[in-house]
T-cell receptor, first 114, second 114 residues
Framework: SAVISQKPSRDICQRGTSLTIQCQVD?????MFWYRQQPGQSLTLIAT?????????ESGFVIDKFPISRPNLTFSTLTVSNMSPEDSSIYLC???????????FGPGTRLLVL | DAKTTQPPSMDCAEGRAANLPCNHS???????VYWYRQIHSQGPQYIIH???NNETNEMASLIITEDRKSSTLILPHATLRDTAVYYC???????????????FGKGTKLSVKP
């Protein structure tokens, strides 16, 4: 399995601001994903981060709100833009070595928006 | 919506086997059964997966019925550290260039008691 780290581990932000979350993997992976877990809820896939092209967003998530970068095979960022209290969640990075293989998750970033 | 049905909660005595059931009556022939768990405030941890044969690793055993419509995750000697939410997920695995998304349901909250 891959070793996945996320920065920051937690943050408290003011509404209207933006936060960029980083995901770093210790080895090259083909697939990287971003999930959201709202308080008391299960995980929901936000998007698939594609290297060299725009991310693929799930229904209900848009690039303007959640811009994603994937500059190489070990790193990705998710930005939560123009935050509101409804964005308070745990944001999780997930990776798989190749298409269709097992996904592994990072420790998550806990975001509280006031 | 998740394609699996799990009991919302279960209790297990420490040291005893924990048997977590999952129904997936609409599973397709190319879909695998995956199990993850999420210990409070951490990212989901991969446990095990299988297609149709029973599987065992250092963490658990996975028993899949012959018709593949249900499965059971077995933790042979549960400890207090196994207290977590356990998610049963069906998804397309590797092959054919497909990448089935992980769709998380509500899972089973397992409480291991001393």
């Amino acid at each position: 399995s891959a070793v996945i780290s996320q920065k920051p581990s937690r943050d408290i932000c003011q509404r209207g601001t933006s936060l960029t979350i980083q995901c770093q993997v210790d080895s090259q992976v083909t697939m990287m994903f971003w999930y959201r877990q709202q308080p008391g809820q299960s995980l929901t896939l936000i998007a698939t981060a594609n290297q060299g092209s725009e991310a693929t967003y799930e229904s209900g998530f848009v690039i303007d709100k959640f811009p994603i970068s994937r500059p190489n095979l070990t790193f990705s960022t998710l930005t939560v833009s123009n935050m509101s209290p409804e964005d308070s969640s745990i944001y999780l990075c997930s990776v798989s070595r190749d298409l269709g293989e097992t996904q592994y998750f990072g420790p998550g970033t806990r975001l509280l928006v006031l | 919506d998740a394609k699996t049905t799990q009991p919302p909660s279960m209790d297990c005595a420490e040291g005893r086997a924990a048997n977590l059931p999952c129904n997936h009556s609409t599973i397709s022939g190319n879909e695998y059964v995956y199990w993850y768990r999420q210990i409070h405030s951490q990212g989901p941890q991969y446990i095990i997966h299988g297609l149709k044969n029973n599987e065992t690793n250092e963490m658990a055993s996975l028993i899949i019925t012959e018709d593949r419509k249900s499965s059971t995750l077995i933790l042979p000697h549960a400890t207090l550290r196994d207290t977590a939410v356990y998610y049963c997920i069906v998804r397309v695995g590797s092959g054919g260039g497909s990448q089935g998304n992980l769709i998380f349901g509500k899972g089973t909250k397992l409480s291991v008691k001393p």
